[in-house]
Nanobody, 114 residues
Framework: VQLQACGGGLVQAGGSLRLSCAAS????????MRWYRQAPGKQREYVAR???????QYADSVKSRFTISRDNAKNTGYLQMNSLKPEDTAVYYC?????????WGQGTEVTVSS
């Protein structure tokens, strides 16, 4: 399984970005997809998840601002990020979680200027 994340960039505070994560293989629809992020000098932290049934969960820091979704027909997951803050600046990673395996994408960089 390979994951390709894209959609990062430079945006002003208050702006929006939409990240995408395209997966190869046939396990996408039955996997939980998660987004993590890692800010400079900090540990990687959990952002959001969506399971195969579409149930979502968010870190408190992004709740009501970020929306995770998925399109199983396209093997692609999304992270819509609104009302971005400078503290959202990080490299964002998508992850596909199976009971016995976990796959990571290469990361896409998001920079939010104040």
């Amino acid at each position: 399984v390979q994951l390709q994340a894209c959609g990062g960039g430079l945006v002003q505070a208050g702006g929006s970005l939409r990240l995408s994560c395209a997966a190869s293989g046939s396990i996408f629809s039955i996997s939980t997809m998660r987004w993590y992020r890692q800010a400079p000098g900090k540990q990687r932290e959990y952002v959001a998840r969506i399971d195969g049934a579409g149930t979502t969960q968010y870190a408190d820091s992004v709740k009501s601002r970020f929306t995770i979704s998925r399109d199983n027909a396209k093997n692609t997951g999304y992270l819509q990020m609104n009302s971005l803050k400078p503290e959202d600046t990080a490299v964002y990673y998508c992850n596909l979680l199976q009971p016995a395996a976990s796959y990571w994408g290469q990361g896409t960089e998001v920079t939010v200027s104040s």
